[in-house]
């Protein structure tokens, strides 16, 4: 088979690798000063007052549910539609993942389900802003703060996208990105944690690192464990690639933006295929293009399409099977199929097409051509 066009990509030029080389040969290739000059960046750049880098997505929400002081036995709302890691650093901390349906149209959490399910255990609201497009804050900071909850944001989707004029990262009292290669921009792996709350951010700080508060009055040498913590530490070598990265973000994001609406003014005449509407005083970064397949007037299922497009060459995705549906969370939690009907339509019709900034042109044609094809061949 040839090699196929992936999902997803990072771009990292000749600037990029030259920058990172001389850090290889720097007195520091851990945790340094371009740790703190990343932080300091990426906290100027979403408008929030502290930042902390750490070793991915997946553990930046490990700190970020630690920090806001997360445990056993605590209530957390969030959506089923995202990746595991959302939800399965709840269940680390002992915490119970409280999912919530969808809105059928923006696919993100559905702040009407919210109120319902909050009970006197409930400490945090936790939204997922899907594919890049920031949930309704507006209603989701409203019911938190009447109930006196956390909000979490998860926005590993959304560096670089803009929720009513604001940056997304200074918007949520806690927000964790991804430099996973496939999101906005990359370091490898790796994670940031952003706060305006000193607490929240000094109890993330002694979090990626052992737990380890220093007293340089007691000498040199001295430190305490103020409680048992991993190394979550993210290093100078890949802190020089988020810096050399962060300074394309805004070329990315419009490179992103560009292909969707490419993609969308080709599907418009294809009713069999569904893309997703930019909501309005939202400016998403586009992490994803996944399309819904209209089921009832194909011939064939979501299987044999995804088949079909991984056959032609696509590196299609599904982004998500939905958590409740996960043997973990129906065995511990007893969610069954039918608990969240509009996660579980969107999943039966989602497949997602490729979408990367270092998309050529030849590979959006070919996309497009490949996908009409297909759905021409199944049209009843
Ligand atoms: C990618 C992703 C994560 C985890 O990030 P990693 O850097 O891969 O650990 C968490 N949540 C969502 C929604 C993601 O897409």
């Known amino acids: 088979m040839k090699k196929s066009l992936p999902y997803g990509h990072q771009w990292i030029e000749k600037c990029d690798i030259k920058e990172v080389a001389q850090i290889l040969g720097s007195d520091w290739v851990t945790q340094g000063p371009k740790v703190e000059e990343f932080e300091k960046k990426v906290a100027k750049y979403c408008k929030a007052k502290y930042a902390v880098a750490v070793s991915s997505g997946t553990t930046a929400l490990h700190v970020a549910y630690y920090s806001a002081g997360l445990k056993e036995g605590d209530e957390v ?24 349906d969808i809105n059928r149209e923006t696919l993100n959490i559905d702040p009407e389900e919210i109120e319902k399910k909050i009970t006197k255990k409930t400490k945090a609201i936790a939204p997922v802003d899907f594919a890049g497009q920031p949930c309704n804050y507006d209603e989701i900071l409203k019911i938190a703060k009447k109930h006196n909850l956390l909000v979490i944001e998860d926005a590993a989707h959304a560096l670089g996208s803009v929720y009513n004029g604001k940056r997304v990262g200074g918007i949520s009292d806690i927000t964790i990105l991804s430099f996973h290669p496939v999101k906005t921009i990359t370091t490898g792996e790796g994670g940031m944690v952003l706060t305006n709350n000193k607490v929240f951010y000094e109890r993330a700080k002694r979090f990626r690192n052992h737990g380890i508060v220093k007293y340089p009055q007691k000498g040199g040498w ?7 913590a991993p190394n979550y530490r993210l290093t100078d070598i890949q802190c020089m690639l988020g810096i050399c990265q962060l300074r394309k ?8 933006r560009q292909i969707v609406d490419i993609y969308n003014k080709a599907f418009k005449s294809v009713p069999e295929i569904r893309s997703i509407k930019e909501a309005g005083r939202v400016k998403s970064a586009w992490h994803i293009y996944p399309i819904q397949l209209a089921l009832e007037k194909l011939s ?15 590196g299609v995705q599904v982004h998500y099977l939905p958590l409740h549906l996960h043997s973990f969370y129906s065995n511990k939690f007893n969610y069954k199929k039918g608990d969240f009907p509009n996660a579980e339509d969107y999943y039966e019709r989602a497949i997602t097409l490729p979408l990367f900034p270092k998309m050529k042109k030849s590979d959006i044609d070919f996309v497009i051509k490949t996908a009409k094809k297909i759905i021409n061949n199944y049209k009843k």
Request: charged letters at 30%; a positive charge; hydrophobic letters at 40%.
């Open 77 to 100: 709302i969030t959506t089923p539609l995202t990746f595991a890691a959302t939800s399965s650093c709840l269940v680390f901390l002992g915490a119970k993942p409280v999912f919530v």
């Open 222 to 228: 001295y430190y305490e464990i103020k409680e048992p």
């Open 249 to 256: 973000l805004e070329k990315f994001v419009t490179r992103r």
């Open 300 to 314: 064939a299922g979501r299987k044999e399409i995804f088949e079909r497009f991984q056959k032609e060459g696509i």
